[in-house]
């Protein structure tokens, strides 16, 4: 009995001890996460960064001197620029080391290593989409360049030596809850950072829904619903711009897909979005008489930030403005001389092209009437706790092949079974070169200059100087498509529909100084239908560009705060155009005494989406039910994924075709108007409030039922922000969903000084645990901008400095 007690009493410590020092499916192993010598508590506010201090890096060429503001905004002095990007890496991973790993691992689709089996689709689909193929190329292009090749290799050791100053007691928080370990950064995770923004901009693809349509209904009524250009549309590059260029010949359209749109023949069986703005005011419209320049990027609202905001000052550059974590170099940004922004322009740059296969080895395809030989490309997903995958992924000379099965996975719905990507993002390229030079810019030749070497994701960039020149340009590399070439699933047997070349950089659209003194984009149409090349068939809705245009007419001696507000504006010109048409549909002897009240709202709205509007919140469910209503039955089939046409197309058919036939629900035996949609999708917004809600109340109010919030990177309960009480809606200016919106809005007016002001909702640090992890949230959510502190010199006095670190070789 004694050794039985004997044995229980060291079984069960070591028992538990492995228990508590191991990781047991969402849970951190937790003596190792509550020792308080190891564990969270070291990840409380860390003084560390509250004076001065020194750290030496192996490496450096000079001494680097960097100044910590009282936001823990980094402004590097650096006498190279070797030490310049060395020391932007160091720094960039003291704050958000965490956030560059797991963005880097999931691009490369890594997750599996860290979380177990039940991140394996999300690895495969990254692997098979070709996110490491298209990182290697694009690191060729960078080292290819003596310029980029330093950037990228000096940013890399200075996250490395970070890293190496690290014990698991000061491993940034995920680290411990997520039980791993951080890994030496490499070059090509900088280029898979690159990737990831590509994927998030440029990865979209409606092909396979536009084929099913096709297939469904016909050429006749896809072009109809489907058209190449909007009804209403305000450009980026103002109509009637005069093309001062001798355009390339575009390739000939296959005589085959001309058949296939027309109707002659069937095509074959087959088994909104991201928003920004930018703008730019000549002098001529400013009370300085010098430019200003306004951009906020639209993209998922994350802790930490998507943007980081640092200093950069070497000879030849003084930058100011936000990188992303884990690439060299400012994004967006100013100098003493120039600044300039960027917004999406949606290009068609990612297409499928239908394989024919010699069998089911798929080891060869039939192209250029022969068969010709796949590669494979062996993908190895790590998994915790279980054994590796070994994914084979088979490339065509267009790309890989994504699927041969679909997976149960979301993002994988617009992907074809069996077709290859063609994809921008798989190709060779050197970004950072474009940054390069931006960061160093002095004139509106150095901004051309720059956009030569600017690959993916295409971006509008807005630009202005204080020469007092303006312009914009949607800019990237542009594949020379006949028209359409990419709207449906492109045959891969034949290389009439292969792309044919490029559009020449100088060539793709530009405007500078045009006679109406401003520049604007918010990712609707690059140009009219006079421009000679295809770049996409659709491009966002035109509402934001339209009301940015309109203001910006307006204006006259514009000053920083007249940009600020205009960020933040909240009307909708999509209510403007739709509430005239759609009340009078309404009848009101059937309405019940909430409904009525809602209508009431609704005949009172200025139209705006303000955090405090209970008809910003009816209108908006009204008018998602109504388009429900009027395509859902067509458009929703099972086996047959499709998407339903464009707002715009609603939108002319709801106030210029009161009797389509799309009006009827085919599913039903009575035949239904516009009249009786329109009327039950009100009745529906009203029930759906006051079922969730209650009685017409303040709960009501656009800002509670929208819900904006800030969530954590990987959705860690706890570490996201509460819910912020703000207006805003995607079809306005300030285009705010539940999680998406401006991350970063800056306003740059130009001089013989230059002032920046900006913000984003987060904060500097990556730590959770650091006052600085969200501390700039309440200002952004108020819309509200900081004066950013633009330093000459390392001690420069204008600004309030709260801790030095000086680096040496």
């Known amino acids: 009995m004694n050794k039985i007690k004997a044995l229980f009493c060291l079984v069960i410590p070591i028992a538990l001890a492995f228990l508590f020092n191991t990781k047991l499916g969402s849970t951190p192993p937790l003596l190792k996460f509550l020792n308080p010598f190891m564990g969270f508590w070291q990840n409380a506010e860390n003084n560390h960064f509250m004076f001065n201090h020194k750290a030496k890096i192996k490496g450096a060429i000079d001494e680097i001197e960097i100044v910590f503001d009282d936001r823990m905004i980094p402004h590097i002095f650096a006498r190279n620029d070797h030490d310049l990007y060395l020391a932007q890496g160091y720094v960039t991973a003291m704050h958000r080391l965490w956030q560059m790993d797991f963005q880097t691992r999931f691009a490369a689709g890594r997750i599996s290593e860290v979380v177990g089996d039940k991140a394996i689709e999300v690895d495969r689909y990254q692997r098979r989409m070709g996110m490491v193929y298209g990182a290697e190329n694009s ?7 003596p310029k980029s090749k330093e950037m990228i290799l000096a940013y890399t050791d ?42 998030v901009l440029a990865m979209g693809s409606d092909e396979f829904y536009m084929t ?17 250009y909007p009804f ?38 087959k088994i909104e979005g991201i928003g920004s703005n930018n703008w730019a005011l000549s002098g001529s419209k400013t009370a300085s008489g010098f430019p200003i320049l306004a951009n906020d990027p639209h993209l998922d609202l994350t802790l930490p930030s998507i943007w980081y905001q640092i200093q950069l000052h070497a000879p030849g550059v003084n930058s100011y403005g936000v990188s992303l974590p884990g690439a060299p170099g400012i994004i967006i940004g100013f100098n003493q001389k120039i600044a300039w922004g960027v917004t999406n322009v949606a290009a068609d740059v990612l297409d499928f092209y239908q ?14 009437n022969k068969w010709n ?31 041969f099965q679909k997976p149960k996975y979301g993002r994988a719905n617009n992907v074809p079974v069996g077709d290859a990507l063609r994809w921008i993002a798989h190709d060779s390229s050197n970004e950072l070169m474009t940054f390069y030079y931006l960061n160093r810019g002095k004139d509106y030749t150095d901004y051309r200059k720059a956009l030569t070497y600017y690959t993916a994701p295409a971006q509008n960039f807005v630009f202005a100087s204080v020469d007092n020149d303006i312009a914009i340009t949607p800019n990237g590399k542009f594949p020379l498509k006949w028209k359409d070439q990419g709207k449906f699933i492109l ?3 034949d290389p009439a529909y292969d792309w044919q070349g490029w559009i ?4 793709n659209p530009t405007v500078k100084n045009p006679p109406r003194g401003f520049v604007s984009s918010a990712n609707q149409s690059s140009t009219d239908t006079t421009y000679p090349y295809y770049i996409n068939w659709e491009f966002a809705p035109y509402e934001r560009g339209k009301r940015i245009n309109e203001r910006l007419g307006a204006m006259s001696k514009a000053t920083m705060d007249s940009i600020r507000l205009m960020q933040t504006d909240n009307y909708s010109i999509m209510a403007q155009n739709l509430v005239p048409a759609l009340v009078p549909l309404l009848d009101n002897e059937k309405l019940n005494a909430t409904q009525k009240e809602s209508l009431n709202y609704i005949n009172k709205w200025n139209k705006r989406y303000d955090a405090d509007q209970i008809a910003a919140s009816v209108f908006e469910i009204w008018t998602k039910r109504l388009s429900f209503n009027i395509w859902n039955d067509e458009f929703e089939v099972e086996g047959i994924p499709m998407r339903y046409p464009s707002r715009d197309r609603t939108v002319e058919m709801i106030l210029k075709e009161p009797n389509a036939s799309w009006y009827d629900n085919i599913k039903t035996t009575q035949k239904e108007t516009l009249s009786d949609l329109v009327n039950e999708a009100f009745k529906y917004s009203c029930d759906s409030l006051e079922l969730r809600f209650g009685p017409i109340n303040k709960d009501w109010n656009w800002s509670n039922v929208k819900q904006t919030n800030v969530p954590h990177l990987a959705k860690i309960p706890g570490f996201g922000s509460q819910v912020l009480q703000i207006g805003g809606g995607k079809s306005t200016i300030n285009a705010l969903s539940e999680t998406n919106g401006p991350s970063w809005r800056m306003v740059i007016e130009l001089g013989k000084t230059p002032k920046g002001h900006g913000v984003y909702p987060g904060g500097q640090s990556g730590n959770p645990g650091s006052k600085y992890y969200d501390n700039m949230i309440d200002t952004w959510a108020s819309g509200k901008l900081y004066d950013l502190f633009y330093m000459q010199t390392p001690d420069d006095r204008s600004g309030t400095i709260i801790s030095r670190l000086k680096i040496s070789k």
Not at 139 to 145: R, S, V
Not at 378 to 392: A, N, P, Y
């Open 139 to 145: 690191l060729k292009g960078m080292m290819a360049n």
């Open 158 to 199: 200075g996250i490395n030596a970070y890293i190496k100053t690290l014990s698991h007691a000061n491993y940034p928080l995920e680290y411990k809850i997520l039980d791993f370990r951080p890994e030496n950064w490499t070059p090509v995770k900088c280029a898979l950072l690159l990737k990831q923004m590509s994927a």
């Open 212 to 228: 099913n349509i096709l297939r469904k209904f016909g050429p006749d009524i896809t072009k109809d619903l489907f058209p190449d």
């Open 232 to 269: 209403r549309e305000d450009p980026i590059i103002p109509v009637g711009t005069k093309w001062d260029f001798s355009p390339l010949p575009t390739p000939k359209t296959p005589e085959s897909f001309t058949k296939a749109i027309t109707g002659e023949v069937r095509t074959r069986e």
């Open 355 to 368: 394989i024919k296969f010699k069998d089911t080895t798929h080891n060869e395809y039939w192209y250029n």
């Open 373 to 403: 030989a796949t590669t494979k490309r062996l993908e190895t997903i790590k998994v915790r706790g279980g054994k590796d995958e070994i994914d084979t992924v088979f490339y065509t000379h267009h790309g890989p092949v994504v699927y």
């Open 491 to 493: 045959d891969g047997t």
């Open 504 to 507: 020449p950089a100088a060539q």
